[in-house]
Nanobody, 124 residues
Framework: QVQLVESGGGSVEAGGSLRLSCAAS????????MGWYRQAPGKQRELVAR????????YYGDSVKGRFTISRDNAKNTVYLQMNSLKPEDTADYYC?????????????????WGQGTQVTVSS
């Protein structure tokens, strides 16, 4: 019913930039909070950045503050993550998450949905 598709990952040298995009589609009634998570080999998945529906409240993990920026285009059902001054320790699989109010055959539902992930590799 709801699908999230990430794009924009790739390989970049330290100090470079990447812009990740996550587009939501399906039986969407409302996109609530959206966020970006990442998981590096041997580590737990961690929250990188999060934004409320209107973008009035944002959160950044300590390791990315001042370097990453989350933004939303609600008209396109899309959330972005601009990543600047990338470091090797940013290397991970990045996942988009959205809390969604969606349409069902009998009414509505609310739940979290995940994208398939996009790889980011930063070389020194």
């Amino acid at each position: 019913q709801v699908q999230l598709v990430e794009s924009g990952g790739g390989s970049v040298e330290a100090g470079g930039s990447l812009r990740l995009s996550c587009a939501a589609s399906g039986s969407i009634l409302r996109l609530n909070a959206m966020g970006w998570y990442r998981q590096a080999p041997g580590k737990q998945r961690e929250l990188v950045a999060r934004s409320t529906s209107g973008g009035s409240s944002v959160y950044y993990g300590d390791s990315v503050k001042g370097r990453f920026t989350i933004s939303r285009d609600n008209a396109k059902n899309t959330v972005y993550l601009q990543m600047n001054s990338l470091k090797p320790e940013d290397t991970a699989d990045y996942y988009c998450n959205a809390n969604v109010r969606y349409l069902t055959r009998s009414g509505t539902g609310t739940g979290d949905f995940w994208g398939q992930g996009t790889q980011v590799t930063v070389s020194s």
